[in-house]
């Protein structure tokens, strides 16, 4: 990717959980959306199941379902998200999900927007059994459009051993100059953000900063 206008552009993110947008495709969306582009942010749930509830906790069973809610509108505002769908899908059960419900949703959503570029995970090497279940779909409903009326797939991959079996991303992203909207998605989810897996309860200095989250890399998705 280069610096060039976006204004053509119209992107579609699916993910399942608030927060996945927020370390993986930030810095991107911003970048983008910067030189002109469209971004719907498609959200299949509200996370309502995560274990972390803040430090000290501020949430509960009860309450995370809504505070969730008001931290993935703050992550979206951050970014400069223009279109931002909540689809009321259940945390943890993507997998477990009726595929031809999931597939129509996300069809009725390709149809309506017609995304030229579409951000997901990459089935299969992205850890959590949400985030393989959602890729499998996005690319099983685009693989039924005809070839050239496919969007690009860029898909995000973490899992042990990746690119053993994916081979490195080709798609790399410099989102130095998009740090500030990328922390402030980050931080925007604050019953996760301090968690010790993710940036932890200290403070990051700049140097960390653009080292940890300067850069995002993506996979081209090539379908057969």
Known sequence: MNNKSHENERILVIYPHPDDEAFSVAGTLAKYIDGGAYVTYACLTLGEMGRNMGIPPFANRVTLPSIRKVE???????????????LGFHDKMIEFEDAHLLD????????????TIVFTF??????HPDHDAT?????RTISRLPAEERPIVYCVAFSKN???AIGKPDVHVDVRGYLEQKMGAIQAHRSQFQ?????????LDDEEIQRRFGREAFWTYRFE
Do not use: T
């Not at 509108?73 to 951050?78: P, T």
């Not at 890729?135 to 690319?139: K, L, P, Q």
């Open 162 to 164: 990746h690119e053993q």
């Open 104 to 115: 129509s949703r996300i069809m009725d959503l390709i149809e309506e927007l017609k995304p």
């Open 195 to 203: 968690a010790a897996e993710l940036v932890g309860n200290r403070k």
């Open 122 to 127: 990459y089935p299969g090497y992205s850890v």
């Open 135 to 139: 890729g499998a779909s996005v690319i």
């Open 72 to 86: 993935l509108e703050e992550s979206a505002q951050a970014i400069g998200i223009q279109d931002l769908r909540m």
